[in-house]
Each structure stands twice: as C-alpha cells, then as structure tokens.
C-alpha cells in the first residue's frame, strides 16, 4: 500500500532563514503529489500539487516543491520564511481515484522573529 | 468559497456511548471524507463516499460507520465510544472522479472520550 513519510516532525527556524522539508513516498507508480498546510486555529488548506511536466513546481506564498522521481522524493521548500509561515505541513499522495489522499505524519514549522 | 461545516468543534463523551460527527458541504462535491487526525500519525482516513448513500472503507474504519443519505451531508458515527477513539476528526469534501487532488476541508471536530 501507497505511504508517505515526512523526515522531520519538528522544525524551528528563524525568519529569513531558507527552509527544506522532506517527503518520500512509497509506490513507484505514477503518483501525484501534494503538500497542504495548516496554519494555527485553521482548516487544512492546498499549498501545492504535482500531476507531471516540470518536476518544480510553485505554490502560494513563495513555496516550491520538486519531484524526484528516483528518490521517491517530493521536498517542500521556500527561500526565505516568514512568521507568518508557522504552521504544520503534511504531504499527501493520491492513492487510487476520487481524490482519496495518504497523507504523512506532518512537519511543525515554527519561525521565529 | 466552499465551505465545509462540521456540526461540532468540542465533544466530550463517555466511554460506550454513541457519537455522531456531522458534516456538511454548500459546494455540490460527489466525495466526502472522514479523516482522524493525531500527533505524529497525521491524517488517517477513515471512510469516504464518492455519492449517496455509497461508501467506501479507509485505512482505519474499525469502531466507525457512516451514512450519506443526501449528497450534501455525511455522518460519523461512533457505535459505541471507546478511549481510543479520542482524536481530532476531520470532514472533506472535494469534485467527482476527476483527480485534482484539492480536498476542502472543515475546521475539524475535537472528541474526548472519558
């Protein structure tokens, strides 16, 4: 069955430092890929998602994410964060239609001013 | 905007007794999802629907059932509480067959089971 981890549970930065989360999946299939975040006190929300063509793709806020399909890999990153980007981000993999999602373990971002 | 109402934010139930988690979506979705959400396991689904009164089993459907009688609304029910069942649960929804990968979510309903 299709699965998803994600490296670090717990990550704290400082503002304008550059940030990298990781994600791997399981299934080497064709796969589409997702990150969603949730920001304090609010509901889950996309951040971005990969279907195919160019392995980088952006998302809102300045996030970009890349596909690697040779290590299984979908890593979240962002060149320089903000406060504003305190929140717990979760990968999430399609796993069969009707836009089932496996979604990870999940990553708490807090950034500190 | 889509929107997604779950029918309570805070329950506190005790152990055997029956819990029903409502959901609601205003957007026409053909899916809609129960996930439960805890520390360090992330989302786990639980069921889902892809139309009236069809389901179909997640990943952890064992202690829960689910009703879908109209398009719009879709239940948890818990038959019969127990401790580990305590968890933030989360209702979804999201277009038909089509893979867009984009759920929209509600503000998720906090159970405690005593």
């Known amino acids: 069955a299709q699965s998803v981890s994600q490296h670090n549970h717990h990550v704290i930065l400082s503002e304008a430092a550059s940030l990298e989360l990781g994600c791997n999946y399981s299934?080497?299939?064709?796969?589409?890929l997702f990150w969603y975040v949730q920001y304090p006190g609010q509901h889950l929300q996309l951040l971005l998602k990969?279907?195919?063509?160019?392995?980088l793709v952006k998302g809102i806020k300045g996030f970009e994410a890349e596909f690697i399909k040779s290590k299984f890999s979908f890593n979240l990153r962002k060149p320089s964060v903000q406060w504003s980007d305190t929140a717990e981000y979760f990968c999430?993999?399609?796993?069969?239609?009707?836009?089932?999602?496996?979604f990870g373990a999940g990553t708490r971002l807090a950034v500190h001013p | 905007d889509v929107k997604v109402t779950q029918s309570s934010r805070y329950l506190v139930k005790r152990t055997g007794e029956k819990v029903f988690l409502e959901c609601v979506q205003d957007?026409?979705?053909?899916?809609m999802f129960w996930y439960r959400q805890d520390p360090g396991l992330g989302l786990r689904l639980i069921y889902f629907?892809?139309?009236?009164?069809?389901?179909e089993k997640g990943d952890i459907p064992e202690g829960y059932s689910v009703s879908r009688e109209k398009k719009e609304r879709f239940s948890l029910i818990l038959e019969s509480a127990s401790t580990n069942q305590t968890s933030m649960y989360l209702c979804?929804?999201?277009?038909?067959?089509?893979?867009?990968?984009?759920?929209?979510f509600g503000e998720g309903s906090r159970l405690t089971v005593l």
């Open positions: 990969y279907f195919s063509g160019d392995p």
């Open positions: 629907s892809y139309d009236v009164k069809m389901k």
């Open positions: 979804a929804s999201s277009l038909g067959q089509e893979v867009t990968g984009e759920l929209f």
């Open positions: 299934y080497g299939g064709t796969v589409n």
């Open positions: 999430a993999v399609t796993s069969g239609g009707y836009n089932k999602l496996i």
């Open positions: 957007m026409d979705h053909e899916n």
